[in-house]
């Protein structure tokens, strides 16, 4: 018989997909299900919550008149919701109670909200007394804290809570700290007012990001899978490469990143498609581990893949200064570079095992197949180009018309491919696969839910939304497809009458709002908390602490400051979501990586340290032992967690090298590359360069590598991602001038142009300060005039030239440069130097000669 004892069924015999589910519920969206009066008020508060963040983000308070919030209102009313909903959504301990809420826990929930949403109730008579809390404010500030922390541990488990306690006493208890990292410490009055009744800690940017625009995405998410885009990505990407060798695991890839497209969570994404794929994996004879291992790599590149990167991408676009669109378009490559590499990981392992793929329902001529392969994996492509240059114009040619006739062109398209659908009959949702369905009828049948990501799209691109008014339409037309889509193919199919859908679409609607709101707990409490470190951080000055430790250990070598970032990033983002992950190593480790790397005269852009550390800290998702996507892959596959992991971080180690490769090479994020053409070859050289790096790796090609091969495929991997280290030997990239030379130089540049300076002096505390650094000279025009522009302000002594005044919020100011800084060098292009690119050639060769050789050699042990 099932057990109840309160804390819900378990049945005989459940499967390993319930194992991950509870899992996921346990670390995502609570475990908790109560039934009767608290289970329903559950719900309605949770749907409470996504109807507010649809007013929020709607221009209907503005166009009503009423409703309007602030920023800091509204990340007070946010933190209420998902606090409250951690603590009567999350059990305290693994043996509390499931199916109800114990009279504490709402106790809690509502002390814990109360004091998330003092700052909406009290915001005008806070903004009266800043920076001098009353003792009311201070005991609001003591006990929300605590309560926080709490929340953190039950939504989040303990990493995070530990690291916001850490960097907390840390604030508090500076005085008794280490000579090396004490500070005089914050009194409490300080520290509550710093934290929590102001803008600089809880409420600050993090929560804000999460308030006006990751719940819109996490909620668009979860109603394209509410009207089954997820299941059409899983079974788009089956009957595309099932059937191959290690079929199921190629389909797990571009499952897990089509899902990643719209997913906020490496775990969830794991169980997601790993349901599928797992069970499917281990059929065709991949070993549990390895199953598992596939999904876990798959999974956690999700969160890399743009245009979420689990709700990442919206903090890079506050942290970094730059658009969403910008976020997207660096990010793109090393997404697309990675998992293509990872197919043929996953290629080579089948080999490696002689494995075959799952039958085929229908076989396809091979130029049809690679037509119809190529055309799926280009479609999203497609569909964002056509949408920006194939309707952008519209935008000139009818002016504030243009909404309307799109609306109405999206309304016509949407109607004409659900009517496409419904030639097609509905795709299976059953676990078990036992073959490969058809490729066009499997991607015929879902082709509308394109459309929303068109939206999306043109929303950003064509309208230039901000990101959250981008979500809020591009949900809206969620929700419209949610309520119609059963009614349409009711009609079309003539299945019974339409309207008679509607009461189950709407309760599919409810349901797939209160499921976004449910996975947003994490999410909201996470930045919140992060808010801490945050705080601690700007209270503290431990930014620079962390600066001069990494510089120390590293004993100033560039190389081994990465490494030593990438470590500590990855030790931070263990246990942590990745919306916490990000918001806590960006804030250490980016700004050492930009302030060292200019210590040894790289000019790293800011975007390019926040990918790295970015990067190091998703990979802290499949590191043992705290690896929770390795977890949930192992309550599937049945296979060892920690030796899942492993075989996950394996298959990573080319995600882990692309950090170090574009902070070198930054044409990877598609900085500097200026045109299509130019573009196109970075992009073929880095598959190339990842294949082969992939197969060094895995020691193996198309038979097992010999050890001179493997090395010869590293040169050649290394060559081709940074084709400019053997260039630079022979030519200097730059070239030297005098620094009474910098009128002359900042004259000749084009527009736009950067100079490059090498600068010294003395810092606020009296320590010398030696530098390189960048700057814009914007329009072409008088050199002085333009160095003025860029806020540097000149005189000469000696054979020096010294900087005389800078111009505030300027160019030079954000690059750390003062007064009586002395201009040692201007650095000029040397012009005479050859493409960096012409390396190419020789490590093509390289790669070719390897393959030419081991095909040979295959065909040898073949007879």
């Not at 700052?119 to 806070?126: D, I, P």
């Not at 480790?589 to 060292?596: D, E, F, G, Q, S």
């Amino acid at each position: 018989m099932a057990e109840d004892n309160g804390r819900g069924p378990r049945a005989a015999g459940q499967g390993s997909g319930v194992e991950a589910e509870d899992l996921v519920a346990q670390v995502e969206t609570g475990a908790r299900h109560p039934s009767g009066m608290a289970g329903r008020a559950l719900f309605l508060i949770a749907l409470a919550w996504a109807l507010f963040q649809l007013w929020f983000a709607s221009p209907l308070p503005f166009i009503l008149g009423f409703g309007i919030l602030n920023n800091t209102e509204a990340r007070s009313i946010h933190l209420g919701f998902a606090i409250f909903l951690a603590y009567t959504a999350f059990p305290a301990f693994k043996n509390s109670p499931r199916l109800r809420v114990p009279l504490i826990d709402w106790l809690l929930a509502f002390l814990a909200a109360g004091s998330a949403l003092y700052l909406f109730v009290f915001y005008e008579a806070l903004a009266d007394r800043p920076g001098a809390p009353t003792q009311v404010d201070v005991i609001v500030g003591v006990v929300g804290l605590i309560t926080l922390l709490e929340a953190t541990r039950r939504a989040l488990g303990p990493p995070l809570m530990i690291v916001a306690t850490v960097f907390m006493g840390y604030a508090f208890l500076g005085q008794h700290m280490p000579d090396v990292i004490a500070h005089q410490g914050a009194s409490l009055n300080k520290g509550m007012s710093h934290y929590w009744l102001g803008t600089e800690g809880v409420f600050g940017v993090a929560l804000g990001v999460s308030t006006t625009m990751v719940f819109l995405f996490v909620a668009f998410g979860s109603l394209l899978e509410k009207a089954g885009a997820g299941n059409w990505f899983i079974r788009v990407a089956f009957s595309m490469l099932g059937h191959f060798r290690g079929g199921p695991a190629k389909a797990a890839v571009v499952s897990s990143a089509l899902t990643g497209l719209i997913s906020g969570s490496s775990i969830a994404n794991v169980v997601t498609t790993g349901t599928f794929t797992i069970p499917l994996m281990k059929r065709v004879g991949f070993p549990a581990e390895k199953a598992g291992a596939v999904e876990v790599a798959s999974s956690t590149n999700g969160q890399l893949t743009p245009p979420i990167m689990g709700a990442a991408a919206f903090l890079m676009v506050e942290y970094v200064g730059i658009s969403l669109v910008d976020v997207m378009r660096h990010a793109v490559l090393p997404a697309l570079i990675s998992y293509i590499a990872l197919v043929y990981i996953v290629h080579l392992e089948a080999l490696k095992l002689n494995l075959k793929g799952l039958p085929r329902s229908v076989v396809i001529p091979k130029l049809l197949f690679l037509a119809q392969f190529l055309g799926s994996f280009a479609a999203l492509g497609v569909l964002s180009a056509a949408t920006y240059f194939g309707l952008g114009w519209t935008k000139e040619v009818f002016g504030g018309a243009t909404p309307y006739i799109a609306s109405a062109v999206l309304l016509v398209a949407y109607v004409a491919l659900v009517a496409y659908a419904c030639r097609f009959p509905d795709l299976d949702t059953s676990l078990d696969i036992q073959e490969c369905p058809a490729p066009g009828p499997t991607i015929k049948a879902g082709l509308h839910f394109l459309l929303p990501v068109a939206v999306l799209v043109w929303c950003l691109t064509v309208e230039r939304l901000s990101p959250g008014l981008s979500a809020f339409w591009a949900a809206v037309f969620m929700i419209f497809i949610v309520l119609t889509q059963p009614a349409l193919k009711a009609f079309f199919r003539r299945t019974g009458p339409p309207l008679a859908t509607l009461v189950p679409a709407l309760a599919e609607l409810i349901d797939g709002l209160v499921a976004g709101s449910r996975n947003m707990i994490g999410i909201g409490v996470a930045t919140a908390a992060a808010g801490i470190v945050v705080g601690t951080i700007t209270l503290t000055g431990i930014g620079q602490v962390m600066t001069e430790f990494v510089e120390f250990i590293s004993a100033g070598n560039l190389v081994l400051m990465l490494l030593f970032t990438a470590v500590i990033s990855l030790i931070l983002g263990m246990g942590l979501p990745t919306t916490a992950n990000y918001i806590v190593v960006s804030s250490l480790m980016a700004p050492v990586i930009v302030t060292l790397a200019a210590d040894n005269g790289l000019l790293v852009p800011l975007i390019a340290a926040h990918m790295f550390v970015f990067y190091f800290g998703i990979l802290a998702d499949d590191t043992p032992p705290v690896g929770l996507a390795a977890f949930a892959a192992a309550a599937i596959s049945k296979g060892d967690p920690i030796r899942t992991g492993l075989q996950g971080f394996a298959y990573d180690i080319r995600t882990a090298i692309l950090p170090f490769l574009f902070i070198f090479n930054t044409e990877l994020l598609l900085i500097g590359v200026e045109s299509i053409p130019h573009a196109l070859m970075v992009f073929v050289s880095g598959v190339l360069a990842m294949l082969a790096f992939a197969s060094a790796t895995q020691n193996y090609m198309f038979v097992r590598n010999r050890i001179w091969e493997t090395a010869i495929l590293l040169l050649a991997a290394f060559t081709l991602f940074r084709p400019g280290y053997w260039m630079d030997m022979a030519y200097p990239p730059l070239l030297e001038r005098p620094s009474t030379a910098i009128v002359e130089v900042a004259e000749g540049l084009g527009a736009d142009q950067r100079i490059k300076l090498k600068v010294s002096g003395v810092d606020f505390y009296d320590n010398p300060v030696e530098k390189t650094v960048a700057l814009n000279m914007g329009a072409a025009g008088p050199g002085e005039q333009r160095l003025e522009g860029a806020g540097l302000f000149l005189r000469q002594e000696g054979d020096h030239m010294v900087v005389d005044d800078i111009g505030f919020g300027s160019q030079a100011e954000r690059m750390g440069i003062d007064y009586d800084f002395v201009v040692e060098k201007v650095f000029v292009e040397n012009t005479e130097r050859p493409p960096k690119h012409l390396m190419y050639i020789p490590a093509v060769l390289l790669i070719v000669g390897v393959a030419l050789l081991q095909r040979r050699r295959q065909k040898l042990l073949a007879r």
